[in-house]
């Protein structure tokens, strides 16, 4: 009696819950189909009018040329000096964050309590959660005068100053995407290592870190991704003198600080000057892109399986 109790209203329910997956399937769809649909505005947009601005500057100028002073008389459009710039400030950020990042990293993972981790976590929350402007007039009011007592020859605006703040900022990242992919790596292995006698040590160092490299890796270079796109933090930190320098103490600009300085309304709409924003934020666009398929070759190579 209670299975005929029971059946009718499993058989009730079937359409509904049919029906709620097809709800959900759409919507699902919907979401994937506008963050597709986003991508392909936004580079649509920048070839709109990178196209215009390519017809009245070669591209060999654009890419080779040493100069980049398209506000000025005669106009250069050589981007090498804010490639060079970008480069500098997030190969700084790189070198502060991804050992600092790491090892805390390893700390939360092998070797906090419980209530270490449980503290320090909603922490680096916290941090991730700062204004990137908020960062950089830390960087403005407090770094740089630093600096400037360490190294009376630098620059108030420089681009050590920027890369401080940015590694600062893409630490988070790395710490809780490294966090938790060191914790996802079976028991099984540590087990085993220590049953062969291995220290705490050289399990962390020989077994869990390797068989997380990928992961780690993938965290590495998605901070670096970051860094390379950071902007307001830079625009203050950074100083605005496009050239080709790989002195940290020199003031340099970034890409996105171009992008920040023009948009403000110094070159007229339609005009090779205003134009150049978008050719720059297309170059920045295929500098991300391509590092995120050369972090997508890594992890297939580097890539841990477990059964």
């Not at 029906?19 to 947009?45: F, M, P």
């Not at 419980?114 to 700062?130: S, T």
């Not at 830079?234 to 605005?240: N, R």
Request: include cysteine.
């Amino acid at each position: 009696m209670a299975l005929t109790a029971t059946t009718p209203p499993m058989e009730l329910t079937a359409p509904r819950r049919r029906w709620l997956e097809s709800v959900i399937h759409a919507v699902l769809l919907v979401c994937a189909a506008a963050s597709v649909a986003t991508t392909v505005g936004i580079v649509a947009v920048l070839l709109s009018q990178s196209i215009p601005f390519f017809r009245e500057v070669s591209l060999v100028e654009f890419f080779t040329g040493t100069e980049w002073a398209p506000l000025f008389s005669p106009a250069r459009y050589g981007i090498i000096p804010l490639v060079f710039g970008t480069t500098l400030v997030a190969g700084g950020a790189a070198v502060i964050a991804i050992p600092l990042g790491l090892g805390t990293a390893i700390y939360l993972s092998e070797y906090a309590t419980p209530p270490v981790r449980h503290a320090v976590k909603p922490l680096l929350e916290i941090l991730a959660g700062i204004p990137s402007v908020v960062f950089g007039y830390v960087a403005v009011v407090f770094i740089s005068p630093l600096l400037r007592k360490v190294f009376p020859s630098a620059d108030y605006f420089n681009a050590l100053n920027a890369s401080i703040v940015v590694g600062v900022m893409i630490l988070p990242m790395i710490i809780s995407l490294s966090e938790d992919v060191l914790r996802s790596v079976p028991r099984s292995l540590r087990e085993g290592a220590f049953a062969l006698g291995a220290t705490k040590l050289d399990v962390t160092m020989g077994v869990v870190v390797p068989a997380a490299l990928s992961g780690i890796m993938a965290s590495f270079l998605l901070a670096i991704a970051r860094a390379i796109g950071e902007t307001m933090a830079v625009t203050l930190a950074a100083g605005a003198t496009p050239q080709m320098t790989l002195n940290p103490l020199k003031s340099v600009q970034t890409m996105t600080a171009y992008i920040v300085e023009v948009s403000q309304g110094d070159a007229a709409a339609g005009t090779p000057e205003h134009r150049s924003i978008f050719a720059v934020g297309l170059t920045l666009f295929v500098m991300t892109l391509a590092l995120n398929v050369f972090a997508q070759m890594i992890l297939k190579r580097m890539r841990e399986k477990y059964e």
